[in-house]
């Protein structure tokens, strides 16, 4: 009797435990919920050897979380000018992502086995550049944490069935002062692929957000800094930026 009362206590334990992360993530998102998004970013990718070199891309989103849809264009430098991502998120399975170069004049849709890969010389991958919607994962608290001085919730979240990833598993921090991401860190098989600090938290239209994002990859040592300029929510943007015709547009 004392035995099964036990178990039945450390399930029922686990069970609110999972809750709680699930409830931190799900507030997460909904502080973060806006109708639109856009800004304009500057990247610089350092290599092992310290070389930087410097990118800028346009970044256009619409919908609600999970279930938006984003483009994002290479501006500078010459060489990768015109380059487009169109990402259609989903919050049951992976989003359909395409991708346009100029340079062959067409498009490719991203196949779910090519996701792990490096976008276009940064250290961001396919996968990195979907959202991560709260349904397409399994949650659970993993302790407390300071990030850049912010008391964080460290939460283990591993994918569904459903959500096909590179990553079996990942930590993820969320500040307690206003539930935004601090650090996600993604560990394949092999251990620890790539960690994304978001850093200069700024409250900017009423929408806490990161304004830096500093990513790393693991196996290269190669690091991306994501600088968000001219940053607005709740532009008025149209479904017809968020097409194939629209992505082919150099």
Known sequence: MNKWWAVAVLAASAMAQAQDARGIVEESQ?????????????LEVINAKSKVTTKQWEYLRLGDYGDSKAMLRFTEPPEVKGVALLIHNHPDRAS?????????GRDQRVALQDRSARFFGTDFSFEDLEERDVNQFDYKLAGEETIDGAACWKLES??????????????????KDNYVFAQIEGFTKAGLSRRINYREIQQVQGHWTARRLEVLDAKTNSRTVLKLEKLQFDAPIGEGEFTLQALRRS
Do not use: A, C, L
Not at 34 to 39: A, I, L, V
Not at 96 to 104: A, L, S, V
């Open 30 to 42: 909904r502080r973060n919920r806006s109708k639109s998004q856009r800004y304009e970013g500057t």
């Open 96 to 104: 359909d992502q395409w991708m346009w170069r100029p340079q062959i």
């Open 158 to 175: 591993r994918p569904k069935q459903s959500k096909t990833s590179q990553y079996t598993h990942s930590f993820v921090w969320i500040r």
